[in-house]
Nanobody
């Protein structure tokens, strides 16, 4: 059964940190394409960070140096450590998976399975 369950979203102040978690079943975080996406109100969903099938990590430019994607093979869980948060990081964050994806941060259209999302709100 395919299931992705995110947790860890919260409201924080500018400069704060959060760690999101995504418990995955039906895909393997160390073999499949897995990543984090976000969608702010009125905006399109965008890729934030991902592991491709070779384990290469990629980040969208706006989070480079602040966010770190990681994974735990024993727990089959994906993480997103978010540091130095900014108001523009406010969004619903989703994890997603696919058997294959291309290079770079995948587009949402490439992903097959999605979690329900966890809200991150950054206030100044």
């Amino acid at each position: 059964q395919v299931q992705l369950v995110e947790s860890g979203g919260d409201s924080v102040q500018v400069g704060g940190s959060l760690r999101l978690s995504c418990a995955v079943s039906g895909y393997t975080v160390t073999d499949d394409c897995v990543g984090w996406f976000r969608q702010a109100p009125g905006e399109e969903r965008e890729g934030v960070a991902s592991f491709d099938n070779d384990g290469t990590t990629t980040y969208t430019d706006s989070v480079k140096g602040r966010f770190i994607i990681s994974r735990d093979s024993a727990k089959n869980t994906l993480y997103l450590q978010m540091n130095n948060l900014k108001p523009e990081d406010t969004a619903m964050y989703y994890c997603a998976a696919a058997t294959l994806c291309g290079g770079g941060v995948p587009s949402p259209a490439e992903m097959v399975a999605w979690g329900q999302g966890t809200q991150v709100t950054v206030s100044s």
